[in-house]
């Protein structure tokens, strides 16, 4: 069954966009079939994965808006090897346009319905604001990647951030669960960072992943060169740790 995940976290810089994209290319590199949806209107992982986002024929605003039918919307990132479902600056409308409109929450979900049985992953990623995007994509996923950077304020925007996921899913996705919580930009030799690691583990138990993503200079680099970092050195500590998250959500799902 297809595996939908939303990456979420209403901070901006923690690493969303950087996951769904990387985890996405390890998941390609694992021979599994990934649609990745940039559900930010920053189209940074449409960026990240080599489109010009100023190109697109049609995008996730028109998917939304039922403009555009799911594959005028659909292309092929090569340099990820997955598919992708790319947005731009459009997306911003989505909100207000969507606002008078049935189902609204729901958009995303029903446009999924007649792709997913193509792919054993979809990964959504997420803006980083708890609008009408995000619903869209919690309503569309079974589980939630929570990106978390190890640093001071990191704990207390997330207790909120979970009591809201649990507020929709019990109202719009009953079935949602936490799939796990993802420590990004990790830096071992920062004592603050362990510190937070340490409380999160307290807090959140079993629900803290265990693959550990570094900070990374090529993870940073790789979008510039529109491609993930496995593409664009293969090798370095970034590529690994997320080949490494890969294997443990398969494993984790059992898949
Ligand atoms: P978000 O999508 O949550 O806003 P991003 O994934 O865009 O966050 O990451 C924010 C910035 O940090 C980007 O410039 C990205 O390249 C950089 N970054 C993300 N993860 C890492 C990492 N592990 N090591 C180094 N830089 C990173
Ligand atoms: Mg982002």
Request: aromatic share 4%.
């Amino acid at each position: 069954m297809t595996k939908i995940f939303a990456v979420t976290n209403q901070k901006g810089g923690v690493g969303k966009t950087t996951t769904c994209v990387n985890l996405a290319a390890s998941l390609v590199a694992t021979k599994r079939k990934v649609l990745l949806v940039d559900m930010d209107p920053q189209g940074h992982a449409t960026l990240g994965s080599g489109i010009d986002k100023k190109q697109l024929q049609a995008s996730v605003y028109d998917l939304l808006m039922g403009e555009a039918g799911i594959e005028a919307v659909r292309i092929t990132a090569e340099a990820g090897g997955y598919d992708l479902l790319p947005a731009n600056v459009d997306l911003a409308g989505a909100e207000v346009g969507l606002i008078n409109e049935p189902r609204r929450e729901r958009r995303l979900a029903e446009a999924l319905e007649s792709v997913k049985k193509d792919y054993d992953f979809v990964l959504i990623d997420c803006p980083p604001s708890l609008n009408l995007l995000t619903i869209n994509a919690l309503t569309a996923a079974r589980g939630v990647l929570v990106p978390v950077q190890c640093e001071y304020y990191a704990l207390e925007g997330l207790t909120s951030l979970l009591d809201t996921l649990k507020r929709v899913a019990s109202s719009v996705n009953p079935g949602l669960e936490i799939t796990g919580i993802l420590r990004t930009m990790y830096d071992p030799r920062n004592s603050l960072t362990q510190d937070v690691s340490n409380q999160l583990i307290q807090y959140f138990e079993r629900q803290v992943l265990g693959t550990v993503i570094p900070r990374n200079i090529r993870l940073a680099e790789a979008p510039s060169h529109g491609m993930p970092v496995l593409s664009y050195d293969p090798k370095s500590k970034g590529s690994l740790a997320y080949l490494a998250l890969a294997g443990e959500i398969l494993r984790r799902n059992s898949l």
